[in-house]
């Protein structure tokens, strides 16, 4: 039997296709089990991240969220435009209400509304007084005048706080970073 060259015979293509398949199975079983391992390795990073979390200590603690909730509420106070009146009010009634459990908190929020709450009346007395003003009869009368020195020893106070309460909550912060 004479064979041309170049030409491979039916037995000689046949196997170099098995191999071939071969050669694909093993590289796709390769990647298989490399994706396996890839997946194993991610699971097992996912796990240990959930051990952490769920370990005593780690994490944010109930003291530190109350906090972040109390020096959230403060910064949307101090943040809000001073008009409308109404809208800082009750910012102003959200902070009253926030609970302050720790020494730090308590300070915090009792130092901050305080100084706001003087500001806010302040403001509040002044308005009237600008009402009275303003009015058509424009009759302001001997209690506009008290109130006006009212509303400005209001102004007075509440500048008096204000530095107190800057200093309470750079001691809130501080006393959160450390895990109070």
Do not use: F, N
């Amino acid at each position: 039997m004479t064979t041309r060259p170049g030409a491979t015979g039916s037995a000689g293509a046949a196997g170099a296709a098995g191999a071939a398949k071969a050669a694909a199975a093993a590289g796709a079983a390769g990647t298989a089990v490399r994706r396996i391992a890839a997946v194993k390795r991610i699971a097992a990073a996912l796990a240990a991240v959930a051990m952490v979390q769920l370990a005593p200590g780690c994490g944010r603690s109930a003291e530190q969220q109350e906090a972040d909730a109390l020096l959230h509420a403060i910064d949307v106070l101090r943040d809000a435009p001073s008009e409308p009146r109404e809208a800082r009010e009750a910012l102003l009634a959200e902070l009253e209400r926030q609970p302050a459990s720790t020494p730090p908190a308590a300070s915090a929020k009792d130092t901050c509304a305080r100084a706001y709450r003087l500001l806010l009346d302040a403001t509040a007395a002044e308005a009237r007084v600008r009402a009275l003003i303003e009015a058509p009869d424009g009759d302001a009368g001997p209690g506009a005048l008290a109130d006006l020195v009212a509303a400005d020893a209001k102004v007075k106070e509440s500048a008096e706080v204000m530095p107190r309460c800057a200093e309470a909550l750079a001691i809130l912060r501080r006393s959160g970073r450390r895990g109070m």
